[in-house]
């Protein structure tokens, strides 16, 4: 099975409530608000994250992408699970616990860009962009409408993050 692609960005908000205005005009559709806990597990190659939504519902991801500010392509497989806590389990005991992310999710849909709202625990407040590609899509065409959607946001160059909300946590 082949995995997906998407381009990322990520930053931090000073006023997530104006970044949402924004969001919310330029959206097709949203809001959705998603409770999400991320347990990373120990990887030797990308990232290995269990993200449960509710006790009988979460996904497996693993994920491949630069750690960069900017506009980054990520390449990711999706598993859905009816039994985190148990797969949590499993995997902490294989593979040990590189950290948990706890955060609200806000999202809406503009085109194939997700755009999330994160209020993330003990981190604070972003934004990240998801420009899902399609099989014969280029990632340069990913990257100008990440860039595109960021400035609609009022999101500043300066604001960009280069990991995860697991790096921040652990920095």
């Known amino acids: 099975m082949p995995g997906a692609r998407n381009v990322e960005i990520k930053a931090r908000v000073a006023d997530l409530a104006a970044v949402e205005a924004r969001a919310a005009a330029i959206a097709d559709s949203g809001p959705v608000d998603i409770s999400q806990d991320d347990t990373f597990f120990t990887c030797p190659r990308g990232r290995l994250k269990l993200r449960q939504l ?19 392509l990520s390449d990711y497989v999706i598993a859905p699970t009816p039994d985190p806590a148990a797969l949590r389990e499993a995997l902490t005991r ?20 997700r ?54 946590m652990a920095g």
């Open 94 to 113: 294989a593979y040990g616990v590189a950290g948990r992310v706890r955060k609200h999710r806000r999202l809406y849909l503009a085109g194939r860009t």
């Open 115 to 168: 755009i999330h709202l994160d209020r993330v625990e003990g981190l604070g407040d972003f934004m990240e962009l998801e420009v899902v590609l399609d099989a014969g899509d280029d990632t340069a065409g990913g990257e100008a409408e990440a860039r595109r959607i960021m400035l609609a946001l009022g999101v500043d160059e300066r604001d960009l993050i280069e990991g995860a909300y697991v790096d921040l």
């Open 54 to 72: 509710a006790p009988d519902h979460g996904q497996l991801i693993h994920y491949q992408r630069p750690d960069q500010g900017g506009p980054k």
